[in-house]
Nanobody, 124 residues
Framework: QVQLVESGGGLVQAGGSLRLSCAASGRTFSNYHMGWFRQAPGKEREFVAGLSRSIGSTYYADSVKGRFTVSRDNAKNTVYLQMNSLKPEDTAVYYC?????????????????WGQGTQVTVSS
């Protein structure tokens, strides 16, 4: 069992930055691939970024590539999402998730544990 708690969301103007954090507790954090997802009102939950458990490979949705950076600190049991050059279309609830799948995956149903989400609102 892994418990995930996101923080760092808020209101920011277009072009601004935010850094989201996801603190994990429970089982060994380093055993999990970690993912960030988001869900806007009326839309399906979508993959944003992921980070593998071992060698730290990263993967990004095309919509955030070059603007967002995912990282993890296994010593602190925390994964981060640095979001730069934010756009109004980035407005959503952002979730972190953990999976024990063999490979890092972008599909929400492949993730075993989820945080409660943090709201990110980007004004134009």
């Amino acid at each position: 069992q892994v418990q995930l708690v996101e923080s760092g969301g808020g209101l920011v103007q277009a072009g601004g930055s935010l850094r989201l954090s996801c603190a994990a507790s429970g089982r060994t954090f380093s055993n999990y691939h970690m993912g960030w997802f988001r869900q806007a009102p009326g839309k399906e939950r979508e993959f944003v970024a992921g980070l593998s458990r071992s060698i730290g490979s990263t993967y990004y949705a095309d919509s955030v590539k070059g603007r967002f950076t995912v990282s993890r600190d296994n010593a602190k049991n925390t994964v981060y999402l640095q979001m730069n050059s934010l756009k109004p279309e980035d407005t959503a609830v952002y979730y972190c998730a953990a999976t024990v799948a063999v490979l890092l995956t972008t599909t929400p149903w492949s993730y075993d544990y989820w945080g409660q989400g943090t709201q990110v609102t980007v004004s134009s």
